[in-house]
């Protein structure tokens, strides 16, 4: 079985990539790494401790982190640095360690002795595995250039489902600060621009993720953990900062920093600039650094919130509620849905058909609406009716009032004789109807807005003005997005939503046989 936690005492950090490719059938959830010097007696003592040669360790910790992306993918990694900078009796850890692995193979008293003095917080039931690494080296020795610690370091970021490339920036500040580290955690008005923003984890989330971290790496410092809502929080301000962690692409927002706080009569911060830790195996929608935006590429057609079981409809058919904004790519979604075998519902259509001549809409529609909605040929004509309803809420109620019991009449119809085990029902205001409670699960389709200005400008020959206008009437993508259970974006070329859908229904599957 697996272990949930392991800890990994690595005497010989160049062969890291060979260990870590063997730990994720050793280790299912978290795995601490703690070095210790490959000398003549490794269990002594962890070296070094003096004040200056904690740098030292910055590319090691760097070079494990970027192995650990290539070998890892699943596990929760996190290299400890307490052991590093001070003369800690036992090494702790947040979660109990069940699994001890060691790089080379030590006599079993000295293990013994190892574990009963040296960890925390270990289970009663704790497995060991010595590995057989024969070669043996020391810690790489550093550049002058990062050998500097400072009392207080800064660094900030979104930290979004807080991955390798975070981590190793802010092990960085920690590894580097004496005293305290400052981070500054970006508030919502600050994400909008982001790829899929609206699947970034809530500010309370982001700023639980960065404290845990760096409390379970290194307790002993103090942390000053804070949500920002500019690009530059306290670092222009708290004259106590002395360096700031960024990434490669960040340099000028340290360098804008540093200006601020020459105008403001503070010192200016050392900027220590970690390098991107590359994406293993990007596909072309994605970056080719580790990011936050292609891990929320990654969580789309998967279960992002779990499905609270429907008392109030049959088991089968499995109902998916189909939904999200104008010119979202739901119906391309549909057909990919249709093509895996789902029987789609599209709503927009049997509205078409609920208020066709003879039809007891079109009555209704006529008496509500005059004359003016009605064709020669005695149908509705929509675009007239469209140009009534939308961008008058007003009007939009008195149009849904009447329609939307009778196509929830005829939806229901048609999932009481259909033969397939999942239905689709695609409706783009389904959750302002209240639909939900006739669906077990609620997917939706997302779009940049800018993106669909285009689309409605090219598809349905709005103005950019009228565009924008349409949109604005809607609900945003955000409660769409916080709304379903399982989220798609349509943004890139189709192959790409086929995927996601392609995904989903794998997993629907695989919960459908639970
Ligand atoms: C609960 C539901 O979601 S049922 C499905 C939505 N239909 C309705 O609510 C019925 C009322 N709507 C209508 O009768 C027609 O849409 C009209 C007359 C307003 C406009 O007709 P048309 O110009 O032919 O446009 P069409 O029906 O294709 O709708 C245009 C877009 O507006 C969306 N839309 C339709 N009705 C509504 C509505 N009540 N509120 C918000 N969006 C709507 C459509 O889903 C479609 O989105 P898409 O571009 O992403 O595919």
């Keep these: 079985m697996l272990a949930k936690t392991g800890l990994l005492i690595i005497s010989n950090p160049k062969q890291i990539a060979k260990i870590l490719s063997t730990i994720e059938s050793q280790v299912k959830n978290t795995l601490y790494i703690q070095l210790l010097s490959a000398l003549s007696d490794p269990f002594g003592s ?7 040669s904690w740098p ?87 550049t002058n250039d990062h050998v500097e610690v400072f009392k207080h370091t800064v660094l900030g970021g979104t930290f979004d489902r807080l991955h390798l490339a975070h981590k190793l920036l802010l092990s960085e500040a920690s590894l580097r600060a004496s005293n305290k580290v400052t981070i500054g955690v970006t508030e919502e008005n600050m994400l909008q621009s982001k790829t899929l923003w609206e699947l970034i984890e809530p500010i309370a989330t982001r700023l639980l993720n960065v404290e845990n ?51 403001n009569g503070l010192n200016e911060l050392k900027i220590v600039a970690i390098e991107l830790v590359d994406e293993p195996n990007p596909n072309p929608i994605e970056e080719v650094k580790i990011s936050s935006s292609t891990a929320r590429i990654r969580l789309l057609g998967t279960l992002l919130k779990p499905v609270k079981p429907n008392e109030n409809i049959p088991h089968l058919p499995y109902v998916i509620g189909l939904t999200g904004g104008i010119a979202s790519g739901k119906s391309g979604v549909s057909e990919h849905l249709k093509n895996l075998g789902a029987h789609i519902i599209n709503c927009d259509l049997l509205g078409h058909e609920i208020y066709k001549p003879g039809k007891p809409c079109h009555q209704q529609i006529v008496d509500t609406f005059g004359d003016k909605v009605v064709s020669n040929n005695g149908e509705i004509n929509r675009q ?25 009449e005829e939806v229901q119809k048609i999932i009481k004789t259909c033969t397939k085990k999942v239905v689709v029902i695609e409706a783009a205001v389904l959750l302002t109807a209240g639909w939900e409670n006739q669906c077990h699960e609620i997917w939706t389709t ?69």
């Excluded at 962890?46 to 200056?52: G, L, V």
């Excluded at 039931?125 to 020391?138: G, P, Q």
């Excluded at 916080?482 to 629907?508: H, I, M, R």
């Design 213 to 263: 971290f760096l409390k379970d790496i290194c307790p002993e410092l103090e942390y000053n953990i804070v949500p920002i809502n500019d690009p530059f929080g306290p670092a222009i301000t708290d004259p106590s900062m002395e360096m700031i962690v960024v990434s490669q692409e960040t340099i000028r927002g340290g360098e804008k920093i540093n200006a601020i706080r020459q105008e």
């Design 384 to 408: 007239a009716l469209g140009g009534i309803v939308f961008n008058n809420p007003g009007e939009m109620k008195k149009l849904n009032n009447l329609v939307w019991p009778a196509i929830a």
């Design 56 to 142: 030292k360790y910055s590319q090691t910790i760097s070079k494990i982190y970027s192995q650990a992306a290539h070998h890892c993918n699943n596990l929760d990694v996190k290299v400890l640095l307490s052991g590093i900078k001070y003369n800690i009796p036992k090494i702790q850890t947040q979660r109990p360690i069940d699994l001890i692995i060691f790089d080379k193979p030590y006599s079993s008293n000295e293990i013994k002795t190892f574990i009963k003095s040296r960890i925390q917080n270990i289970t009663d039931d704790h497995k060991i595995v010595t590995l057989d690494s024969t070669e043996i080296s020391t810690i790489e020795e550093e």
């Design 46 to 52: 962890f070296y070094p401790k003096s004040f200056t």
């Design 446 to 514: 997302v779009i940049p807005r800018n993106e669909a200005v285009i689309r409605l400008q090219r598809r349905n020959g709005l103005t950019e003005e009228q565009a924008n206008s349409r949109i604005e009437s809607l609900p945003s993508n955000k409660f769409y997005v916080d709304s379903a259970n399982v989220v798609f974006c349509t943004l890139w070329p189709v192959e790409y939503t086929k995927e996601q859908v392609v995904k989903a229904w794998g997993l629907l599957e695989k919960r459908m046989t639970l």
